[in-house]
């Protein structure tokens, strides 16, 4: 059913805009009197998951799963171009672009004919096809954005996609929806929706909708028809004809093994199935599968055997006629339709395929890869901006060549819904992590190059990677050194530095050379244990450094002392109120057990009982009654209520001037941090999981939860893909009565970057560092699933436990933040806004030997944007080119202040370079937007938007807007500065 009191819209398709693309204009004919069956051969080629992509791609290990894509893609071309009538789709530009490089001339003009006939209809565009859930937005904005590029440059207009092809991801998410509507598709397909969910649109006939992915949005600026596919994206039953499947082939000789009239019959018993599903005279069947076509001739020639014989049987009555097609023919017949669709603006979490099988689980598989994609994606950030700013020299500078190619492609195929989404098999996790690795490299020249071009040095300039475990050679070895703090926010940002260090005193300069509060604290007994033996500096070198808008500062620290004494934690035994505080936030412990107890807000006067502390679920095997066990995939706990980890905590007391920190160890392989600094008006909680034990036979999914007085009636609130808030109700779906069969694991919801529960006046946020699962099972309270260590696959395909086992072949030891922000309902927002900001792309530190550059404070803006505008993406696109996106961070009525539209001018923003003309894009910042709007969605409530005016672009809430702006430089050092 439609959401209660929404209008339902009509699809209206502006065919004209299209046209002029190519794709609509050869889509073959239909038969208007007659049930027409789309026939949509695909393969569906995963960037990575029982197999690397290179595996993959070469056919390599063909023991662990046959798939070649090298071979899919040769066979492909080759018979498309035998017989006219054939079409083929294809997503994964990952491996398009691999292939490509490898053809010769005549091969490449094949293929454009085959692109510019619309015979090779390329969908969805991205690198990948990206995870819905873990992916944060600017991940999947950005491997959109590069495989459409890549599109756009080899195939011109024809290349763009105008449906995205969602067939494999594990839930869908309304961010993601918005995104795809803003980049200009006319649909979306989606293979996977909840099976109850399915049920009940196939009853109502609803597997077809309009999808409104922003309430902030105009319509139908966020608005996408959104169609639901009927076989996931398989075949129906019987009818697969690819070397991967046992059904026979069609028979259609006089012999004793003719077959073709039972297979068209069973086909047209299909068909009408179908059709009684579905509300035109028209419906689609994916005619492939996983890795499918690497001998495309089985497919097509019975495919042709099947057209032919199936509308053969019009001349005996049969009401059907079967076709080649595409998804986006299958589009237009459906706007041609002219019916009402009716209306959605939720989304499809979580994903569940049958009573005991919610895929929650993933939400939270292989923790430390999530964070590093997400710690990956923030530096892209860093590399791209450093490498606009500094100009074209900054990839051939004093350190060597730097590209940041590397790194965002590495970072593209990360958000590949088996990357990211942690359901690969470890060897794949391995290599993911690898290509990662690779990029950091190659970025951390480009950053090195740009730096000493900016700041005017040649002295070399280190990367501290380890910094998580506490181990950094330079400042460790050096008595003089300098710490270069880079912000690539829009905004001032205060930063607190720790470094390891073995001597006990220094003094820190800031860029003015005024001294700065420093001091050296012993590192913690978790951090050694963490260091695997290694040694490392007994100390750590605390000072809070900060940096300009889209800038460096630079700190001088030199050794004073080699003494050995320093402020050491305490117990809190004969301390009968332990508590941290700064000026903001008063936080209280339990002197018997450690545990959290309440925190303060002291400016609002707020005091707020908060009890936090980790559990674990023991993760089901499966039984008689449901074999269903826990695994990458599935979250499916023995039993609905958590163990806890310990009833109490071994704790230590730590307060100094720069410092207050409560340090927790629940057992040898669980422990926390709570920590305050000066000037933070949140809690950090620093926690350290692993290796989760499984001596036992147990598996274990382990969580930190917060219980709290609040009257939350049922409700909590978690973030799409890290942008808009959602509201969530225990035991309830916005669009379906939906049947609980899992108390624990059905309400389980994607967190990417927040989760909050608030009252009427309060609200207690928690935002994360990298994507969890997390849900509020009791009124007042909120859990994240931190590291889960599995035993057992969760026949889902992977053939494979969730047992990762880290670095020391023990298990994996996972180390991560959460902040958490008590606030009143009203303020909350604009703290949790841009903070969330700041833990997606945090600054990065680089040291330098002696007094490092020479410049000491350089910032790329001229002025701080407005506090409520993001700068997304600054990125280079060829000589005197750069593409940038301008985010709105609030949504409509979110906050009094933040929600207010904002007004930036361009042409006077950036201190590196002049704007001298400016370009609207559409999201994806491929095609000018100009250009695109004729393909938005057309309802009576649609806006048309006001001509540009670069001094003045005005944001509204949640909009984002892409610019291509041809720019001058300045020249190097000159015009940039301190703000």
């Known amino acids: 059913m439609a959401v209660p009191g929404a209008a339902a819209l009509p699809l209206l398709l502006l065919l004209s805009g299209a046209a002029a693309g190519c794709g609509y204009q050869s889509c073959p004919p239909t038969r208007p009197d007659m049930l027409n069956v789309h026939l949509v051969p695909h393969s569906h080629d995963d960037v990575g998951w029982l197999k690397t992509v290179d595996q993959y791609y070469y056919g390599v290990r063909n023991k662990d799963q046959h798939a070649g894509v090298q071979y899919i893609l040769d066979s492909v071309v080759a018979h498309l171009a035998a017989v006219p009538s054939r079409r083929f789709v294809y997503a994964e530009v990952a491996f398009l672009a691999r292939w490509w490089q490898q053809q010769d001339p005549a091969t490449r003009r094949l293929v454009r004919e085959l692109v510019q006939q619309g015979r090779l209809e390329l969908v969805g565009g991205g690198w990948c096809m990206s995870d819905e859930a873990a992916a944060h937005y600017r991940g999947?904005?950005?491997?959109?954005?590069?495989?459409?590029?890549?599109?756009?440059?080899?195939?011109?207009?024809?290349?763009?996609?105008?449906?995205?092809?969602?067939?494999?991801?594990?839930?869908?998410?309304?961010?993601?929806?918005?995104?795809?509507?803003?980049?200009?598709?006319?649909?979306?397909?989606?293979?996977?929706?909840?099976?109850?969910?399915?049920?009940?649109?196939?009853?109502?006939?609803?597997?077809?909708?309009?999808?409104?992915?922003?309430d902030s949005l105009e319509p139908p600026r966020a608005d996408i028809f959104t169609g639901i596919l009927p076989n996931v994206y398989n075949p129906p039953a019987g009818l697969c004809w690819d070397q991967l499947c046992t059904d026979p082939p069609v028979v259609d000789g006089d012999g004793p093994e003719r077959n073709v009239d039972a297979v068209v019959t069973s086909f047209l018993q299909a068909a009408a199935t179908q059709a009684q599903q579905y509300r035109t005279n028209h419906i689609l069947m994916t005619m492939g599968s996983d890795f499918h076509y690497e001998n495309a001739h089985l497919w097509f020639k019975n495919l042709d055997k099947l057209i032919a014989h199936a509308?053969?049987?019009?001349?005996?009555?049969?009401?059907?006629?079967?076709?080649?097609?595409?998804?986006?023919?299958?589009?237009?017949?459906?706007?041609?339709?002219?019916?009402?669709?009716?209306?959605?603006?939720?989304?499809?979490?979580?994903?569940?395929?049958?009573?005991?099988?919610?895929?929650?689980g993933y939400f939270s598989s292989r923790p430390a890869f999530k964070g590093y994609e997400r710690l990956s994606s923030g530096f892209l950030q860093v590399c791209s901006q450093l490498e606009t700013l500094a100009g074209p020299s900054a990839r051939d500078g004093p350190y060597g060549p730097g590209d940041s190619s590397v790194l965002r492609e590495a970072v593209a195929v990360a958000q590949h819904h088996d990357a990211v989404a942690g359901t690969e098999r470890q060897h794949v996790a391995d290599d993911y992590a690898r290509q990662l690795a690779e990029g950091w490299d190659s970025c951390q020249v480009l950053v090195a190059n740009a730096l000493s071009l900016l700041g005017g040095t040649k002295e070399p300039l280190v990367f501290c990677n380890a910094l998580n475990i506490s181990v950094c050679p330079l400042s460790e070895a050096t008595a003089h050194f300098t710490v270069i703090l880079y912000n690539p926010l829009a905004w001032d940002v205060t930063w607190p530095v720790r470094l390891p260090v073995r001597a006990t005193s220094y003094a820190v300069t800031d860029p003015q050379g005024r001294p700065v509060a420093s001091q050296v604290v012993p590192v913690s007994g978790v951090t050694r244990r963490l260091r695997g033996g290694a040694g490392g500096a007994p100390g750590e070198l605390l000072f809070q450094a900060w940096a300009p808008p889209l800038g460096f500062s630079t700190f001088e620290v030199k050794q004073l002392s080699p003494g050995n004494t320093w402020d050491t934690p305490r117990g809190l035994s004969g301390d009968p109120e332990p508590q941290i505080e700064n000026e903001h936030l008063r936080v209280r412990f339990d002197p018997v057990t450690g545990h959290l107890l309440e925190i303060q807000n002291l400016p609002k006067g707020i005091s707020l009982p908060v009890f936090q502390?980790?559990?674990?679920?023991?993760?089901?095997?499966?039984?008689g009654l449901s074999p269903q066990a826990s695994g990458a995939y599935i979250f499916r706990p023995g039993a609905p209520t958590?163990?806890?980890?310990?009833?109490?905590?071994?704790?230590?007391?730590?307060?100094?001037?720069?410092?207050?920190?409560?340090?927790?160890?629940?057992?040898?392989?669980?422990?926390?941090?709570?920590?305050?600094?000066?000037?933070?008006?949140?809690?950090?909680?620093?926690?350290?999981?692993?290796?989760?034990?499984?001596?036992?036979?147990?598996?274990?999914?382990?969580?930190?939860?917060?219980?709290?007085?609040?009257?939350?009636?049922?409700?909590?609130?978690?973030?799409s893909n890290g942008r808009q808030v959602l509201e969530r109700r225990r035991d309830f779906r916005p669009t379906w009565n939906l049947t609980q069969t899992e108390p624990v694991a059905g309400n389980y919801y994607p967190v990417n970057t927040r989760v909050f529960i608030k009252?009427?006046?309060?609200?207690?946020?928690?935002?994360?560092?990298?994507?969890?699962?997390?849900?509020?099972?009791?009124?007042?309270?909120?859990?994240?699933?931190?590291?889960?260590?599995?035993?057992?696959?969760?026949?889902?395909?992977l053939g494979e436990a969730l047992d990762e086992p880290g670095a020391d072949g023990r298990g994996l030891v996972v180390r991560g933040r959460h902040l958490v922000l008590l606030d009143t309902v009203g303020d909350a927002p604009e703290q949790h806004r841009p903070r969330a900001q700041e833990m997606a792309t945090p600054p990065t530190v680089v040291l330098a030997p002696g007094t490092g550059p020479h410049?000491?404070?350089?910032?790329?803006?001229?002025?701080?944007?407005?506090?409520?505008?993001?700068?997304?993406?600054?990125?280079?696109?060829?000589?005197?080119?750069?593409?940038?996106?301008?985010?709105?961070?609030?949504?409509?009525g979110e906050s009094?202040?933040?929600?207010?539209?904002?007004?930036?001018?361009?042409?006077?923003?950036?201190?590196?370079?002049?704007?001298?003309?400016?370009?609207e894009m559409a999201l994806g910042g491929d095609v000018p937007l100009p250009s695109l709007?004729?393909?938005?969605?057309?309802?009576?409530?649609?806006?048309?938007?006001?001509?540009?005016?670069?001094?003045?672009?005005?944001?509204?809430?949640?909009e984002i807007r892409t610019f291509l702006a041809s720019v001058r430089y300045r020249g190097l050092g000159q015009g940039l500065g301190g703000p």
């Open 140 to 214: 999947a904005l950005e491997q959109l954005s590069l495989g459409r590029r890549f599109l756009r440059r080899l195939f011109g207009a024809c290349g763009s996609p105008r449906v995205a092809w969602q067939i494999d991801p594990f839930g869908h998410a309304r961010e993601l929806a918005a995104t795809f509507a803003q980049m200009g598709y006319d649909g979306l397909f989606l293979g996977r929706v909840d099976h109850q969910d399915k049920r009940a649109r196939q009853q109502r006939r609803e597997l077809e909708l309009i999808w409104r992915g922003s």
């Open 311 to 360: 509308n053969a049987r019009q001349a005996n009555g049969s009401r059907v006629h079967a076709l080649y097609s595409t998804p986006s023919c299958y589009l237009r017949e459906l706007h041609r339709a002219n019916l009402t669709w009716p209306l959605k603006t939720d989304d499809f979490f979580p994903y569940s395929d049958g009573p005991h099988q919610f895929w929650t």
């Open 613 to 623: 502390s980790f559990y674990w679920y023991n993760a089901s095997a499966g039984d």
């Open 642 to 719: 958590p163990v806890p980890v310990a009833k109490r905590a071994a704790t230590h007391l730590l307060k100094t001037a720069l410092v207050q920190e409560l340090q927790q160890n629940f057992s040898q392989w669980c422990s926390q941090v709570l920590r305050l600094r000066p000037g933070q008006p949140y809690l950090e909680l620093e926690w350290t999981v692993g290796p989760i034990p499984v001596g036992d036979g147990t598996g274990k999914e382990v969580i930190s939860r917060f219980e709290t007085p609040l009257r939350t009636a049922g409700r909590f609130y978690t973030d």
């Open 759 to 797: 009252d009427q006046k309060v609200q207690l946020t928690v935002l994360t560092d990298r994507s969890q699962g997390g849900s509020s099972l009791q009124d007042g309270s909120l859990e994240l699933m931190v590291h889960r260590r599995l035993l057992h696959d969760d026949n889902r395909g």
């Open 855 to 892: 410049l000491r404070q350089v910032s790329g803006l001229r002025r701080a944007l407005p506090p409520n505008v993001h700068l997304l993406s600054l990125e280079p696109r060829g000589a005197g080119a750069v593409l940038l996106r301008l985010e709105h961070l609030y949504q409509v």
């Open 896 to 919: 009094q202040n933040g929600s207010r539209a904002a007004t930036v001018d361009l042409t006077t923003l950036f201190s590196a370079f002049t704007v001298t003309s400016v370009q």
């Open 933 to 958: 709007s004729r393909l938005l969605w057309n309802t009576p409530t649609g806006a048309p938007r006001a001509r540009l005016d670069p001094r003045r672009v005005r944001l509204q809430p949640m």
